[in-house]
């Protein structure tokens, strides 16, 4: 049984996987309770869901769109016990993408691993994730260029997305600033990162 906020299928609006079809299976609950969090609707109990039933309702979407693509999102998915939901969805031979805070882990079969450190839990990655395929960062008010580089040099091969802030359009520029911060330094992996979501008033 897992707590589930919703399950759809749109378009994967961020990182590398952006413009991708998808379905989403966004988990209830997460800890932080970030300020900027655009997800907060699922931070609300919701009703548990039993893996089948959660595959069956996976699969109606796959009947209709034909995408073998599932995003497990949130909230923060890994708060709740991911492992027949993932070997349940590998049955089927769907790829998995995770999104998650990366404060915790779970050794999971998955084909790509997305990390958003956020400042409530200090940035911090757990070290046992050792297959990261991105990390994508929110900058907001508070974020300092000492934070991209931090993260940069600590994973010198990853992508890190420097995402805008939904609710502060500010943030684009800041994104700009940093951008060219980290190009004068060499962290190539730097990129900038979208919300397409945002523009298409797409979920
Ligand atoms: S970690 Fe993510 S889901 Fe949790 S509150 Fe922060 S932005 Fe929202």
Redesign the pocket.
């Known amino acids: 049984m897992l707590k589930i906020s919703e399950i759809f299928w749109s378009a994967q609006g961020e990182g590398l996987n952006c413009g991708k079809q998808a379905i989403f299976i966004r988990l209830s609950g997460?800890s932080?309770?970030?300020s900027f969090?655009d997800?907060k609707e699922s931070w609300q109990a919701s009703r548990s869901i039993r893996t089948e039933k959660i595959i069956a309702r996976v699969e109606k979407f796959t009947l209709r769109f034909h995408t073998k693509l599932v995003i497990i999102t949130?909230?923060?998915p890994l708060e709740q016990d991911l492992t027949e939901l993932v070997s349940s969805l590998k049955a089927k031979n769907y790829q998995i993408a995770l999104e998650t805070?990366g404060i915790y882990f779970q050794n999971l079969s998955l084909d790509h691993i997305t990390i958003?450190p956020?400042p409530a839990a200090a940035y911090r990655i757990n070290q046992q994730w050792k297959r990261i395929s991105e990390i994508k960062l929110v900058i907001d008010r508070k974020i300092s260029f000492q934070t991209i580089k931090k993260l940069a040099e600590s994973y010198p091969d990853i992508p890190l997305f420097l995402q805008p802030e939904k609710y502060w359009p500010d943030s684009y520029q800041k994104c700009w600033k940093f951008f060219k911060q980290a190009s004068q330094i060499n962290l190539y992996q730097v990129r900038l990162g979208i919300q397409l979501q945002n523009f298409y008033q797409i979920r």
């Open positions: 997460c932080l309770q970030c969090c997800t949130g909230g923060e805070n958003s956020k």
